[in-house]
């Protein structure tokens, strides 16, 4: 079957550093990603997508990046801020799906003061 | 805000009640999508509706009926519920319908069910 996961669900950082992290997925046809932030009491919120005919996509201090060959997924976040503290969702899409996204189950990250 | 509205935030509802829940967009999309997020469980797609059409229905049970009224509105109507039921229900919505590009979610409605 399908799946998306995630290495680790948590992930504990001291504010400043970098924090890194990853998501594998199964289906080879997926060709377009999207990182999601959610919040305590939000719903999810997007942060970064990366579509397949790409390998790095950069935006405000996040960079996700796209191994195709292991199927791998990787959100880092420079500097990173207590404001950054929530859980990180992976999904993965396919032109063809109507949007019908598999996301992965999550790694809550804790920003350190 | 996202543009994506659902209300209530909050309900707690017995087994044998009838509730619904509510969700409203204005962004011009035209698919919008009910999904449902347990403790420790991805989220879980139960519908999807595109140009007011349902074009999915992930297994769900039939205790779960959705309404789409027109393209800014979908309900999820609810009906005799079991406490496993319980969890965020997740209302978003995408532009044209397609698979490349991304949701905007609603903030969900927390339901419990007693």
């Known amino acids: 079957g399908e799946s998306v996961g995630l290495h680790l669900p948590t992930l504990s950082v001291q504010e400043g550093d970098n924090s890194i992290i990853n998501c594998a997925y199964s289906?080879?046809?997926?060709?377009?990603f999207i990182w999601y932030k959610q919040e305590s009491g939000k719903g999810p919120q997007f942060i970064i997508d990366?579509?397949?005919?790409?390998d790095k996509r950069q935006g405000q201090r996040v960079t996700v990046l796209l191994n195709k060959t292991v199927k791998h997924l990787s959100l880092q976040i420079a500097a990173t801020q207590p404001g950054d503290s929530a859980v990180y969702f992976c999904?993965?899409?396919?032109?063809?799906?109507?949007?019908?996204?598999?996301f992965g189950d999550g790694t809550t990250l804790t920003v350190k003061p | 805000e996202t543009g994506v509205t659902q209300t209530p935030r909050h309900l707690v509802m017995g087994m044998t009640n009838k509730k619904s829940l509510k969700c409203e967009q204005h962004l011009g999309h035209n698919a919008m999508y009910w999904y449902k997020q347990s403790a420790k469980k991805p989220l879980e797609l139960m519908f999807v509706y595109s140009l007011e059409e349902r074009v999915e229905n992930n297994s769900v049970p039939s205790r779960f009926s959705p309404e789409c009224p027109n393209s800014s509105h979908l309900f999820l109507h609810l009906h005799t519920l079991q406490p496993e039921d319980s969890a965020l229900y997740l209302c978003a919505s995408r532009e044209g319908g397609s698979g490349n590009t991304e949701a905007f979610f609603g903030q969900g409605t927390r339901l419990t069910v007693v």
């Open positions: 999904a993965e899409n396919r032109r063809t799906n109507a949007g019908k996204s598999t």
């Open positions: 990366i579509r397949s005919n790409m």
């Open positions: 289906n080879s046809a997926s060709d377009y």
